[in-house]
């Protein structure tokens, strides 16, 4: 096979296939299954269910801005920590300028969270 700077777009049909194939497959399931499935609707099936609690008042109450945060930078420093996982998977073979360029990541990762600290996002009053 050569391997040529320019692209022609016949080169992209086996991805316009494989598109078309999951959006012809996505779309028969949503419609069969909406054809085919039980359609009992009841009081007692449209009520909100939450693990067998019973709801209590109305679920539009305002939550704290400090809980979506707290859930933000979870997720911000757990994304950031799963890319450790590649590194230390390689350690010995990325070797010295592995081990710096891991320094300098935690470095950076260091000061995102010193300034989270800082700015007491992480205070709940």
Request: hydrophobic share 55%; net charge positive; charged share 15%.
């Amino acid at each position: 096979m050569v391997l040529s700077a320019t692209s022609i777009p016949s080169d992209f049909f086996p991805i316009a296939i494989q598109f078309f194939a999951a959006l012809g497959f996505v779309g028969t399931t949503i419609v069969v299954t909406h054809l085919v499935g039980p359609k009992r609707y009841s009081k007692k099936k449209m009520e909100s269910f939450e693990c067998g609690v019973e709801s209590q008042g109305n679920a539009r109450i305002p939550f704290s801005i400090k809980y979506f945060l707290v859930a933000i930078l979870f997720v911000l420093f757990d994304v950031e920590v799963i890319f450790m996982y590649p590194w230390a998977v390689n350690f010995k073979t990325l070797g010295v300028q592995g081990l710096l360029e891991m320094m300098l990541f935690l470095g950076l990762f260091l000061v995102g969270f010193i300034y989270i600290i800082k700015k007491g996002a992480l205070k709940w009053e």
